[in-house]
Each structure stands twice: as C-alpha cells, then as structure tokens.
C-alpha cells in the first residue's frame, strides 16, 4: 500500500503543472494524456452502469416473466441414482399436464421431487415460452451479472485506455531519445562511447 501511494505521489509530482521551465514539450504532452487518460478513465462510468443496468433489468424481466403453474403427475418420478459432478442432485423429469387458459391441457417433462407418485399434484415452473423449467432466475444472480458486466465493461474500458497511454508514451520516448542524440552528436560529432576520450 505504501509503494502504491509513493508511486501515486511521484505520478502527481512528474505531471502537475508547475511551470518548471526544464520541462520539454513532450513532458507536457504526456502529462496532458495522462490526464486525458483519467478523464476518459472516469467518463467511461456511464456507459459501464448503462451496460449493467441493461443486464439488471433484463434479468428482473426474466424473473417476471415466466409463471408457476399447478400441475398433475401422470408418471412415477424416477428414483435418484447419480449426482453431477459437482456434487448436486441430478435433475429428475417426468411427464406432467398442466392447464393453460385458451390452450387447454398441455402434457410435457418438468423436474419433480425423487419417487412423486402419478396423480400428485406439483408446481412446475413455464418460462416466457411456456416450456417447464427449474424456476425463475435467483434476484442474486441477475444482481451478481449486472455488477459483473458493469465492471467488466470499465475494466476493458481501461485496458483500452492504459494500453493506448502506453503507445503514446513509447512514441513520445523514442521522439526523447532522438532528440537527447541529436544534441549528443552536436557536442561531440564523434559520440564518445562509455570508456572513450574526446577528442583534444
């Protein structure tokens, strides 16, 4: 934690306007990316809660739109005989009818308790299209996928952003590098090496 606020210091430290008459104009236009960068950093929020709140309200949707519905058993549920490989109960259909208003009686396979025995009555859950299913999607879940696309979202947001400072700055040093060479050359032509004597 201390590294990481010594870091941060030093960051604020290299881009704040200080009207430091050494530093070059590239130093100046990095320090104006990186802010460019926090700017985007922090603008990017919006469409990142847009995204999870699409995602929140899709799944509440989901929640709402199916129905439970009470249906008769018209075969003996099978006994449980495996589980699946993360150690829960394997699912257990069997045929069922059901009514629907203006369709009548409908016959289909929805899960059901081990061992229900014909002629039980049951509620089975029908999804938007009306197909038996395990019941509606758990609130939790529909909560845990919206802060999950909402992070996501700003997190390759800054990915992007981090990774385009990145080029910009290695742009920005290779420009430093000529230009800390060219003023080496204009002092000695001959560019002394490590080791090297000038020239009398």
Known sequence: M???????????????PDGN???RASDRLEALAALLFLALCVACLAPAAVAGNAVYRSGVAQERAGQWVTATVLAEAPKLTWVSLEGA???????????????????GEAPVPEGTKPGALVRVWLDPSGRPGDGPPVHMETTVGAVVTGVSTE???VGLLLA?????????????????????????????????????
């Not at 109960?89 to 016959?107: I, N």
């Not at 385009?164 to 001959?190: G, K, M, Q, T």
């Open 89 to 107: 109960a394997a699912e257990l259909r069997t045929r069922v009818a059901w009514t629907v208003p203006g369709r009548g009686r409908v016959v």
């Open 164 to 200: 385009s400072l990145a080029l910009f700055r290695a742009l920005l040093d290779r420009r430093r590098f000529a230009a800390w060479e060219a003023e080496w050359i204009s002092v000695n032509p001959r560019r002394r090496r490590p080791g090297e004597d000038a020239l009398p």
């Open 155 to 157: 997190a390759v947001a």
């Open 2 to 16: 201390r590294g990481t606020a010594e870091w941060a210091l030093r960051r604020v430290r290299l881009y704040r």
């Open 21 to 23: 008459p050494l530093r």
